[in-house]
């Protein structure tokens, strides 16, 4: 059974426990409901790149952003399906689109509803991440057969200003709001080390728990400090804390897949397996991010080989679904 009527003091007790006691019940709840050593695995493609009229202080892709990033148009349909392809082959099972817009307009919709139902063709699940989008919209993508709607609350609503001017946190609920009602699976998750404090992390998990619903997928990052962005000096997080919030997401949505998200190029190994050992049990594969480095597929292979980890499979029965 799902809670959603989670304190922040009864979420700041679980960040407060002894390490040890805090993974321990982690990982016990991981286990009721996942196999411990299948990892998801998601393949991110930016299909639309750079000039996004948001001030995200994090995000390489902004105009306000002082980046080098070449700005993109939006990608042809068989550069997606070439890309989905050799994520398919590499072992991914979902592939992942993003585009940097403040919200698609119905005609960019009626081209990534073509990229969605190609990629859905080579048998993968399909993710896209579009900004805004207002309940017809999400209907559309709906009736596409769209699996998964990525949106980020990102942060505390308290902190959300600091790094965010050019849209609320209540915006961001809104959109969740129109993906829930339309049945898109919701993913939505955060960035921890932007320089908020443990309550802002408190406060983002505590929203997203106690959402009508738990959302499917829970994408937590390590902020990637990109030159030229607001955010660029910003401290390092303790891992460990990162680790933490892991463990708590994980306790707080049982069934949900918890993301070990950007970040994992400048992670150890021993981190990536404490995150896993705290429940993460999703990470994006290939060696890009949208406009940032990920790990390389060989490193990754090398990781899950050292922790006898697998890549979780689609089950039959949604591969003959996507097929008919
Ligand atoms: N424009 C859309 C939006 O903002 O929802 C979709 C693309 S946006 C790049 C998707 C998510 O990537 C953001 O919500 C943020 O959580 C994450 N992200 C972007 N830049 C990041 C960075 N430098 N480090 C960590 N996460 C980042
Ligand atoms: C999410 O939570 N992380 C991904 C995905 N959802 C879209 C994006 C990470 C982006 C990292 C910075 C970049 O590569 O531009
Ligand atoms: Fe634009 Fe998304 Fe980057 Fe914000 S995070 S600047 S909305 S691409």
């Known amino acids: 059974m799902q809670r959603h009527d989670w304190s922040m003091e009864e979420i700041g007790d679980l960040f407060g ?3 040890n006691d805090l993974l321990f019940q982690a990982q016990t709840i991981h286990r009721r409901h996942f196999d411990a050593n299948q990892v998801q695995v998601s393949t991110l493609l930016s299909i639309k790149t750079g000039a996004c009229p948001e001030d995200c202080g994090y995000c390489s892709q902004s105009a306000s952003s002082n980046t080098t990033l070449e700005r993109e ?39 990534v ?31 596409s057969g769209l699996d998964y ?36 699976n919701v ?12 309550r802002d992390r408190v406060r983002l998990l505590q929203e997203l728990v106690n959402q009508p619903q738990h959302p499917e997928s829970v994408p937590i990052n390590m902020l ?22 892991i463990a708590v997401a994980r306790i707080l949505m049982p069934e949900s897949y918890v993301r070990l998200s950007a ?18 049990n999703s990470i994006f594969y290939g060696e890009r991010l949208l406009t940032t480095d990920n790990p390389e597929e060989s490193r990754d292979q090398q990781l899950f080989q ?3 980890l697998n890549m979780e499979q689609i089950e039959a029965q949604k591969k003959v679904c996507c097929h008919g």
């Open 17 to 19: 426990l002894p390490f």
């Open 73 to 111: 148009k939006l990608l042809p349909l068989v550069e997606v399906i070439s890309a989905a392809v050799a994520a398919k082959q590499n072992g991914s099972t979902r592939f992942c689109m993003g585009a940097a817009w403040r919200n698609p307009t119905d005609k960019n919709l009626d081209r």
């Open 306 to 308: 050292r922790l006898g």
């Open 113 to 143: 509803i073509e990229m969605i139902g190609a990629v859905q063709d080579l048998g993968m699940e399909t993710c896209v991440t579009l900004g805004m989008l207002t309940q017809p919209q999400a209907q559309r993508l709906k009736q």
């Open 187 to 198: 993913c939505s998750g955060g960035i921890l080390g932007m320089g908020e404090q443990r």
């Open 263 to 280: 970040g994992r190029t400048e992670m150890s190994d021993e981190t990536q397996a404490l995150c896993f050992l705290a429940g993460a």
């Open 224 to 245: 990637v400090k990109v030159e030229g962005t607001p955010l660029e000096n910003t401290d390092v997080l303790d891992p460990l804390e990162f680790v933490r919030t």
């Open 149 to 184: 709607y990525n949106h980020n609350l990102d942060t505390s609503p308290e902190f959300y200003g600091n790094v965010i001017t050019t849209r609320t946190f209540q915006d961001r609920l809104d959109t969740l709001a129109h993906v829930r009602d339309a049945g898109i």
